[in-house]
């Protein structure tokens, strides 16, 4: 359950561990020091830092550490040994604004579950707890010392996908049956597919139009 919750204050930009954390991300790391709100929320929750950006004022920040409390607690219950991992090989969870519902950032051991995706309630979630995992797989082949430049991006996407569809298994046969189908379906891709190039500039431009919009 969600303990020793603590709010932080207003920070000033470079002075908060938010600008901190995105430094040394390169290109991508400058993005996201653009898209840092003022405000930041640190938690701890079942043994992890979560550190919440919320810059979406229809999403209340009770309700995203509820749902990412909820699908910690599946892993738990159902692949204690995974959570283990996790925490091992992760610094902090990372809740914000993104053009992806999950994402590993290497160069600090964390993982992003987006704000959006987690605020949702027309998935479970073990749909939310299956992201997770995807993530921490990426973190436990960056842990095992596997760089970027010798990277085999597929190969590395169907490690993950197969994560997710053991954990989809391990579940009540009602609860894991969207993990299971869409780990599967992931997993007859071709390498193109399974792991597409992606233009992250355009796609977070994307999502500040639907943000600004809305």
């Given at each position: 359950?969600?303990s020793?919750?603590r709010?932080?204050r207003a920070?000033?930009a470079?002075?908060t561990?938010g600008?901190r954390y995105?430094?040394?991300?390169g290109?991508l790391?400058?993005?996201?020091r653009?898209?840092?709100g003022s405000?930041?929320?640190?938690?701890?929750?079942?043994g992890f830092?979560?550190?919440?950006?919320?810059t979406?004022?229809?999403?209340?920040?009770?309700?995203v550490l509820?749902?990412?409390?909820?699908?910690?607690a599946?892993?738990?219950?159902?692949?204690?040994?995974?959570?283990?991992?996790?925490?091992?090989?992760?610094?902090?969870?990372r809740?914000?604004?993104?053009?992806?519902?999950?994402?590993?950032f290497?160069?600090?051991?964390?993982?992003?579950v987006?704000l959006?995706?987690?605020?949702r309630r027309?998935?479970?979630?073990?749909?939310?707890?299956?992201?997770?995992i995807?993530e921490?797989?990426?973190?436990?082949?960056h842990?095992?010392?596997?760089?970027?430049?010798?990277?085999?991006?597929a190969h590395?996407?169907?490690?993950?996908r197969r994560?997710?569809?053991?954990?989809?298994?391990?579940?009540?046969?009602?609860?894991?049956?969207?993990v299971?189908?869409r780990?599967r379906?992931?997993?007859?891709l071709?390498?193109?597919?399974?792991?597409?190039e992606?233009?992250?500039?355009?796609?977070q431009?994307?999502i500040?139009?639907?943000?600004?919009?809305?």
């Amino acid at each position: 359950m969600l303990s020793k919750v603590r709010r932080t204050r207003a920070w000033e930009a470079r002075g908060t561990l938010g600008a901190r954390y995105y430094i040394g991300m390169g290109v991508l790391g400058d993005r996201l020091r653009q898209w840092l709100g003022s405000r930041l929320g640190i938690y701890t929750l079942r043994g992890f830092t979560v550190t919440v950006d919320n810059t979406r004022p229809d999403i209340e920040t009770s309700a995203v550490l509820q749902r990412l409390d909820e699908s910690l607690a599946l892993i738990e219950r159902h692949q204690p040994w995974r959570l283990q991992h996790l925490r091992r090989d992760l610094h902090q969870i990372r809740v914000m604004r993104y053009a992806c519902r999950g994402a590993y950032f290497p160069a600090h051991r964390a993982c992003m579950v987006e704000l959006t995706f987690l605020a949702r309630r027309d998935i479970g979630p073990a749909t939310v707890a299956s992201t997770i995992i995807h993530e921490g797989m990426h973190a436990r082949v960056h842990a095992m010392g596997v760089s970027e430049d010798g990277r085999d991006r597929a190969h590395e996407e169907r490690i993950c996908r197969r994560a997710e569809l053991e954990f989809g298994l391990s579940l009540p046969s009602e609860v894991g049956a969207p993990v299971v189908a869409r780990a599967r379906e992931s997993l007859q891709l071709t390498d193109e597919d399974v792991a597409p190039e992606i233009d992250w500039s355009l796609a977070q431009q994307r999502i500040r139009d639907i943000d600004s919009s809305s």
